[in-house]
């Protein structure tokens, strides 16, 4: 069974410019939550996608947004780049059964300069 | 609200010692509790989990942590460590209830000295 996959790996942005990372869940899984790493603030809680509907919201600005299509695949979206907004942007994806276990893709690392 | 402290930031040991990694939470609810390893420029990789049951649980690459309510702990602990588990360990609590935010501490740095 293959692994939560994201991609791209490596992004390298400007300031002001917007991204798109994408986020495709273990098979079977209905789950997406995105989370944000930066050495500063550690792992922070982004957002959760359960069947296309935002479940569940952490605490980051509205230029922070993402959907979940009918696959199950996710998307992040940031909007008008800040150099804060470099991290390691994670995704994990959770089953409807103990949903509560998540798993975890390698990440993108985005670079805003 | 859940919240996490990993009490040590960095915790440097020799190889084939035993290691001990603390973690402590705070919830006003029954909670799930996780330990997670991060390897450098990887993600983040599921080493054992807490949901019932006995309290002492295993996991991959021979961890093992024991749930401890009373003191509101969850540590980790391998008898002998290798140089392959050099990594950033977290540990992480969800709400039993449904909410899906996992709360991870913040994170301690396992260097293994050869």
């Known amino acids: 069974k293959a692994g939560v996959t994201q991609t791209p790996r490596y992004l390298i942005k400007t300031r002001g410019q917007q991204v798109t990372l994408s986020c495709s869940p273990i098979s079977g899984h209905r789950s997406v939550s995105w989370y944000q790493q930066t050495p500063g603030q550690g792992l922070q809680f982004l957002f959760e996608y359960f069947s296309e509907t935002q479940r569940n919201k952490g605490n980051f600005p509205g230029r922070f947004s993402g959907r979940q299509f009918s696959n199950s695949r996710s998307e992040m979206n940031v909007s008008t780049l800040e150099l804060g907004d470099s991290a390691l942007y994670l995704c994990?994806?959770?089953?409807?059964?103990?949903?509560?276990?998540?798993?975890f893709g390698a990440g993108t690392r985005l670079s805003v300069l | 609200a859940q919240s996490v402290t990993q009490l040590d930031s960095q915790v440097p040991v020799f190889e084939e010692a035993p290691v001990e990694l603390r973690c402590n939470y705070s919830s006003s609810v029954s909670v799930y509790l996780f330990w997670y390893v991060q390897y450098p420029n990887q993600g983040l990789q599921l080493l054992l989990k807490?949901?019932?049951?006995?309290?002492l649980v295993k996991g991959i690459n021979g961890f093992e942590a024991e749930f401890n309510k009373s003191q509101t702990s969850f540590h980790l602990r391998k008898p002998s460590v290798h140089i392959s588990d050099t990594a950033e360990y977290f540990c992480a609590v969800i709400s039993s209830f449904g909410n899906e935010k996992l709360t991870f501490g913040t994170g301690t740095r396992l260097t293994i000295i050869p």
């Open positions: 807490y949901l019932s049951g006995s309290t």
């Open positions: 994990a994806s959770s089953s409807g059964r103990g949903r509560h276990i998540q798993y």
